[in-house]
């Protein structure tokens, strides 16, 4: 018997027969109509391709703190290694005694993730069973309808008003087959935002069989006094969870740690369906070290905060405009086509983000960097655009 691949059909020939499995055609009905989440393109990929040096380029591309680790994150790391071959902390015990602590939570209400994508994805898959809405707004992170196909559930995009989410329309969008609303506070790619009130008219309006799910992955960066803290609404609505995370201003992306806050009954659902070690060692002790880190979490937010007005102002003087931002990021309007101002950008060692898979085609999205990286965007811009406009 030999067996022979063709592209995505596996065909086995067997003794004069052949049987044709084409493993494409035989996913479950939401798979067949995912696409590949598209990340940031990667420092070493750029440098390969151009042949450049890795520190001749600028990533701006994947919302990432510019500062880099923190130097009590990297120490922490160092001392973990002891302990490689023993399996995690499957409770990560102290990580949410840390969060609980500082949060002033119910540890029992934590549950970590493997990036809070991970937490995301187990909301999908304890709740909703194949052909169960899910309501998220046009415009909206990527991993709500990757996690809601994955799992065959049927996503429910509303229509974005201003770039952002429209309330009064997500509430409109809630069926009998709702399981879940996604909400990201604020907004990425967009960067938008919502206040207290809006939100909390919503979350009255929304039955409490529906779970509201409050992605919060920016908001240590965020002071404004209309910017609502969703913890203080968990003891309001028992179909409430937070999503934060350990990726953004805590500067720990790549080790991929994130959590949510809820009710210890969903926390306790939740803990079913997840992988017994789904946040590794390193993770578990770098969050806990970035936790009690507060030096770092306030340079990082000053860094950011500065940032985003160096952004804005160079953008200004180009005469673009930009949707306000609250994250670490801007988005803004090239007046071209995005996707060839991004590889104009590339040619000259920067790499931002095309939006154009959220449906914002003229867009690209820019992260803030040090002041260093942002003016190396600023200063790369005129002559990409000039270019994009030539062709
Ligand atoms: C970056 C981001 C996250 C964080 O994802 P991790 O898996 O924790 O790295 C979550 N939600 C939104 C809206 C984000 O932009």
């Given at each position: 018997m030999t067996a022979?691949?063709?592209?995505?059909?596996?065909?086995?020939?067997?003794?004069?027969?052949?049987?044709?499995?084409?493993?494409?055609?035989?996913?479950?009905?939401?798979v067949s109509r995912l696409k590949p989440y598209q990340p940031g393109k990667p420092i070493s990929?750029?440098?390969?391709?151009?042949?450049l040096d890795e520190k001749a380029i600028v990533k701006l591309a994947s919302n990432e703190n510019p500062l880099g680790p923190s130097e009590k994150v990297v120490a922490t790391l160092q001392s973990e290694c002891a302990d490689l071959a023993r399996y995690p902390d499957g409770s990560g015990y102290q990580l949410k005694q840390a969060l609980a602590a500082k949060l002033s939570v119910d540890p029992q209400g934590i549950t970590l993730g493997n990036g809070s994508n991970d937490v995301l994805d187990l909301i999908v898959r304890a709740w909703v069973s194949p052909g169960d809405e899910v309501v998220f707004?046009?415009?909206?992170?990527?991993?709500?309808?990757?996690?809601?196909?994955?799992?065959?559930?049927?996503p429910v995009q509303v229509p974005a008003k201003d770039y952002g989410h429209d309330l009064v329309a997500m509430?409109?969008?809630?069926?009998?087959?709702?399981?879940?609303?996604?909400?990201?506070?604020?907004?990425?790619?967009?960067?938008?935002?919502?206040?207290?009130?809006?939100?909390?008219?919503?979350?009255?309006?929304?039955?409490?069989?529906?779970?509201?799910?409050?992605?919060?992955?920016?908001?240590?960066y965020i002071d404004h006094p209309d910017y609502p803290n969703g913890l203080d609404w968990l003891a309001d609505y028992p179909n409430l969870v937070v999503t934060r995370t350990f990726s953004k201003i805590y500067g720990l992306a790549s080790l991929r740690v994130g959590y949510s806050v809820s009710s210890v009954a969903i926390a306790e659902v939740l803990n079913r369906v997840r992988q017994p070690f789904n946040v590794n060692s390193f993770a578990l002790a770098a969050a806990v070290a970035?936790?009690?880190?507060?030096?770092?979490?306030?340079?990082?937010?000053?860094?950011?905060?500065?940032?985003?007005r160096q952004l804005e102002q160079g953008l200004d003087v180009l005469g673009l405009s930009y949707i306000p931002s609250l994250g670490n990021f801007i988005t803004f309007d090239t007046g071209h086509n995005g996707e060839q101002v991004y590889q104009t950008l590339l040619k000259r060692g920067v790499i931002v983000r095309p939006v154009t898979g959220y449906g914002l085609p003229a867009h690209l999205r820019v992260s803030v960097g040090t002041p260093e990286e942002n003016q190396a965007f600023l200063d790369a811009l005129p002559a990409a655009l000039s270019e994009v406009a030539a062709l």
């Open positions: 022979g691949f063709d592209k995505k059909a596996l065909v086995i020939k067997v003794q004069g027969g052949e049987v044709s499995c084409d493993f494409a055609q035989q996913t479950t009905p939401g990929e750029l440098a390969r391709e151009l042949g707004s046009e415009h909206a992170f990527a991993v709500y309808p990757i996690s809601t196909l994955a799992a065959s559930g049927q509430a409109a969008a809630i069926t009998d087959k709702t399981r879940v609303v996604f909400i990201a506070n604020p907004n990425n790619p967009t960067g938008n935002w919502l206040d207290r009130d809006a939100l909390k008219t919503f979350l009255q309006s929304v039955p409490e069989r529906v779970l509201v799910v409050l992605d919060e992955a920016y908001c240590e970035a936790l009690a880190d507060e030096d770092y979490v306030a340079r990082s937010k000053a860094m950011n905060t500065d940032g985003l």
